[in-house]
């Protein structure tokens, strides 16, 4: 068959995977006997039949999950993330990134891995994408891989090589398995071993569209298509290839080319959903406006909960969410009948499920990155649009609206509509065809009557994720603790960040960047009350005035504004006499005193002075260096009001490495830092006598400046002997040849 080719290098390291691995107990990597039986069962035991839903980072909990293995098990745990990476594109994952956790896995056996040719060229440009679920899934994929692998190993050595002799007979025995519904690497792994057989596409969803779109050649009416199950829709999608190769022998087709996936993938023209009474019959030129305003894109209305309760909630975290929760991953369903079932059964009664499953289904599958949505609140109101940045992903980390994606807000406010202009109540719909409305809808939004929050640079939870490398789950919790105290203290070693994710933080509450809504403040030994509230001050005419402190100020400019949150970040919060400085503020910021009706007078009031109060869209975000031995600890009655959030270094996040190479870094020295920071690390907080957690080391000191050039070993040696050489010499004041030691383990 004439394919393109597309990634030669990996297919032709999954054949020699299929050969030492699969027709053998061999190793990709050694000479080494891993793909056996027994270290499958490890990983079985330790990892799947173990598995932690818990926050943190999936390495992290992989590696404790493992740690009673045995080397060769996670020398095999390393090798099947090679085998899961082999696929994945540069767009979906940097060949660095691949190699760093290959890397990783393979050395908590106690060993170095191997530099062998299978972890070059075979990584470098994948051969397809898979998109963001295949890595926020990434456990789901591993524990089908562990159990597919010990299907395999339970096989006769003749059966083995009857499947591998035969596509289809391969691809029906792993359909058989469990856990292989709904899973990447089901289709990943069938291209990988048989790519002139099986199409170069990591979902059934694709290739239901294909087709959908080329029904004639597939031989299926589009009815049963939904329902096909996925070897025949493989088989199928072959008929489709046979047919346009037919037509144009000498070309290699691929179906991701422009032109091929321009068909596939077209926008399907639905039945208005509103009453148009300007449906435009004259050609006023609503169809070339919207060309114009959206290309290819389809624009989308969703609404924003009962009554818009979740709509604060996307502004300011920067996404879209539908509820069903129950429903669990939408993507481990097949059809939207399927999900329709489902509504209808859990639902018993429920007036409408296929609407119900319609909306999941096209949330899930249909909606796409670049595509508009347009926020709306019951049939009568709008509530601002903006573009869509994500995949769907499944978020059981959500007290509610578990099905999010992604969003850049672009506009936000609330906008009545015409009595004629009204929406359909439906949940999700498709207005793409419905351009006369859509003239009218983005009209109103930038022009026209309404609370109109104005143009601004949006700044959602996505934005957030992309500076700040931290796990999203734990990002929602910071902002939910905020949200619900009013009061957050981020507390964490030197060099974590902590004031640079207290501005981000302050910027996904808000919904964007705005520094008028923003105030910092760094306390100090000598700040008082005076200065933070108020207090006498001197005035040029040697007289004595009383002056209004910073949060007086500061909470006057939110109390004008009580629609948009307000955020006081106050710097090394535990440097000031807290209860001093605070004074009978200590009361007033509890997150049920907020607002009037808990107004006092304050100490230096005077009579006729209005009584104070703390507005309720005023939030405090305080900031901690624990390791700083000059501060007392922040009192009882502080630490009662605030929630406490600790900050650690983020060495292992894949996202600080990703910082890292995209800045520039070489593999080796990414690699160095990790490695050397992580031990370091690990050496401070088992000195529980003099130092411990408190005092770890952040990644922020290997964050480059404008001004570092070249990421080499030269910048890395400059770091350690100019940053992190005096703070570990403060560290062990007393044990000079205990700190001597750690900076050569370091240069080493």
Partial sequence: MARVDFGIEALKAAERWRDKCLR??????????????????????????????????????????????SAEAKQLAAE???????????????????????????????????????????????????????????WRELAFFIGLMQGWKGLTTANRESLLADPWEFADWVDGLDRSKGRQLRHILLHLLFPDTFERMATAHHKRMILRSFVGDAGVPVPEIKSLPRIELDRALLRVRARLERDQP?????????DLKKQWLKVKEPAPDVYLPDADPEGRGDAAWARKQFGTARVWLIAAGTQAEAWDSFRTEGTVAIGWDFLGDLTEFESKEDITEAIRLQMEGTRDPFVSGLACWQFANEMQVGDWVIAKQGRRRLLGYGRIRSDYRFDSGRTAFQHV?????????????????????????????????????FALMDTGEGESNGEWQPYGIGDALTELFMPQGVLEGVLGALRRKSNLVLEGPPGVGKTFAAKRI???????????????????????????????????????????????????????????PYVLIIDEINRGNLS?????????????????????????????????YVPKNLYIIGCMNTADRSLAMVDYALRRRFSFVKLRPAFAREEFQNFLLDAGAPEEVVDRVVKRMTDLNETIRNDRKNLGEGFEIGHSYFCPTDADEDLDEAWYERVIRLEIEPLLNEYWVDQPEKAAAAVADLLQ
């Fill in 405 to 441: 994606r992604d969003v850049e807000w672009v506009k936000s406010g609330s906008w009545p509509l015409a009595d004629d202009r009204q929406l359909t109540p439906k949940t999700v719909t498709d207005f793409t065809a419905n351009t006369p409305w859509l003239r009218y809808a």
């Fill in 506 to 564: 302050a910027w996904a509450l808000m919904g964007r960047k705005d520094a008028d809504r923003v105030e910092l403040i760094q306390f100090h030994q000598s700040y008082a009350y005076e200065d933070f509230i108020q207090g006498w001050r001197p005035t040029g005419d040697g007289q004595f005035a009383l002056r209004a402190g910073v949060f007086l100020r500061f909470c006057s400019r939110a109390a004008a504004d009580p629609s948009h």
């Fill in 80 to 138: 099947m993330f090679w085998v899961m990476y082999l696929f994945v594109s540069e767009k979906g994952m940097r060949a660095g990134t691949k190699r760093l956790q290959i890397k990783r896995v393979w050395e908590w056996s106690g060993e170095s891995l191997p530099e062998v040719p299978e972890l070059r060229a075979p990584l470098e440009k994948g051969i397809g994408r898979t998109g963001t679920a295949y890595n926020t899934h990434r």
């Fill in 24 to 69: 053998g107990d061999g190793s990709v990597f050694s000479s080494k006997t891993l793909w056996t039986s027994k270290n499958v069962d490890q990983l079985d035991r330790y990892f799947v039949r173990n598995l932690d839903y818990g926050e943190g980072d999936f390495f992290g909990k992989l590696e404790a999950q493992l740690q009673p293995a």
């Fill in 580 to 612: 001093k400085v605070f004074g009978e503020l200590l009361m007033l910021i509890e997150g049920d005193k907020r607002g009037p009706e808990s107004k006092m007078q304050l100490t230096y009031s005077q009579d006729g002075d209005e009584p104070f």
């Fill in 250 to 258: 000498a070309r290699p087709l691929d179906f991701y080319q422009p």
